[in-house]
């Protein structure tokens, strides 16, 4: 999680659109927006309301759906308020309360008096839970930031690394040149959403779709390609590294070893691309984002290439082509 406290009032000013709105205005409490979320989960009080405190989850955020209002109603009409004045004790950071239901006027004030902010939406309680548990998600997510670029090949996010200068700028223009999408450029800020998946994205949604190539200076490739060539999120799949030719190291011929790399604690697959004059790396990366997504339907070419190696060799047909063969010994 981010150093960096997530309070109610972050909480009303995300930027949330679609199918993700969160809907939500303070109706009181607004002396309490400085309250820290700091458990990314909801609770629902029922339990707490009748006065049974044991386990009560009051750090998460506090959700009333209609039982709850309903519940409320009978104190109110029994004008039981030390059972309210017992749950505004706890140091809640903030009650929902969905479908536009809105409390009375002395839970109100017991929350006021409490600055406790009480907040409502028009989203039912379900989809309420199910929008809030996904922005907390993302929110709340493991993150790091990385010297590389992102870019999307063929609906797969591919992470180029290496040292500078090696060339990975130059490749994602050459990509995003061919119809392919770029998402960030020099730094690439990662996420891991639900434990196993790493998302990738700009540091910083201005200039994030920038690129420095030496020589040519600081472009827009927005403006230069139009929308259609950047993105502002992309779940990284496939990690290649770019490095300088070294004819001492035994590069990987056939694909067949899975190699993979740790990106917060998730295993990434990984390869390494040498660079040297006269390859044409974006049509490698094409390639390898291909072959990425034929595995991803079971098809691994490596593997099979060398069970149809092993069945020639067993058919009998390769010693019949060597010792067939025509050669004078």
Known sequence: MSE?????????????????????????GRRGLSREISIPDVNRPGLALTGFYESFAYARVQ???????AYLRNLQAENRTDTLKTYFSYEIPCCVFTRSLLPDE???????????PVLQTDLESTEFSTRLLRAFSNIFAPKKTIHGVLVEVYGIGILL??????????TALELVERGHRLVADDTVELSCVNGNT???????RFISHHMEIRGLGIINISELYGVRAIRVQKEIQLVVHLEAWDPKKVYDRLGTE??????????????EIPVRPGRNLPIIIEAAAMNERLKSMGHYSAREFNQNVLKWIESGEAQNSYYGSEDVY
Do not use: W
């Open 4 to 28: 960096k406290k997530f309070t109610v009032l972050d909480l009303l000013d995300l930027e949330l659109k679609g199918l993700d709105a969160l809907n939500l205005t303070c109706i009181a």
């Open 63 to 69: 959700l009333f759906g209609r039982g709850e209002i």
């Open 106 to 116: 002395s839970f109100l004030a017991i929350a006021e008096a409490s600055c406790c």
């Open 161 to 170: 690394t290496g040292d500078s200068g090696v060339g990975k700028s130059e």
């Open 198 to 204: 790493i998302m990738g994205q700009g540091p910083n």
């Open 258 to 271: 899975n190699h993979t790399t740790d990106l917060l604690g998730v295993k990434i697959r990984y390869i």
